[in-house]
């Protein structure tokens, strides 16, 4: 966040208001995974994240994330980061929870998919 105040934390699952939204885009409040590093979440305006929409996928570009205690989440969600997304700071809400640490290499995986740097 600006002025070198960190308010939220990469692997923070936080409500996020994604509205407006256009066409095939993820909708409403919703759950999402900051993923952006933290020196950008202390100094930047924008941060960066990912939407958990509910249920299972099973393709290589989504990870599939069960509810814990720690992540806070009420229901099976998956990570489509094919949906990755910058939003202003204003967007990022309440905390839910923490991702857990089994996720990120999951995470890294899937984004080398749809990112193709790997």
């Known amino acids: 966040m600006p002025n070198g105040n960190l308010i ?13 939204t256009i ?16 020196v950008g979440n202390r100094y930047s305006f924008l941060t960066v994240v990912i939407p958990l929409l509910p249920g299972t996928k099973y393709v290589p570009y989504v990870v599939n994330v069960k509810p814990t205690s720690n992540n806070g989440l009420d229901q099976d969600r998956y990570l489509d980061i094919g949906q990755i997304r910058g939003v202003d700071n204003s967007r990022v809400l309440g905390l839910i929870g923490v991702l857990e640490e089994e996720y990120w ?12 740097f790997e």
Request: glycine share 8%; net charge positive.
């Open 105 to 116: 290499e999951i995470i890294h995986t899937a984004l080398n998919i749809v990112l193709g």
């Open 23 to 38: 066409g095939a885009e993820a909708k409403k409040i919703r759950s999402c995974l900051i993923v952006q590093n933290d």
């Open 8 to 20: 939220y934390r990469r692997g923070e699952i936080r409500w996020v208001n994604l509205e407006p």
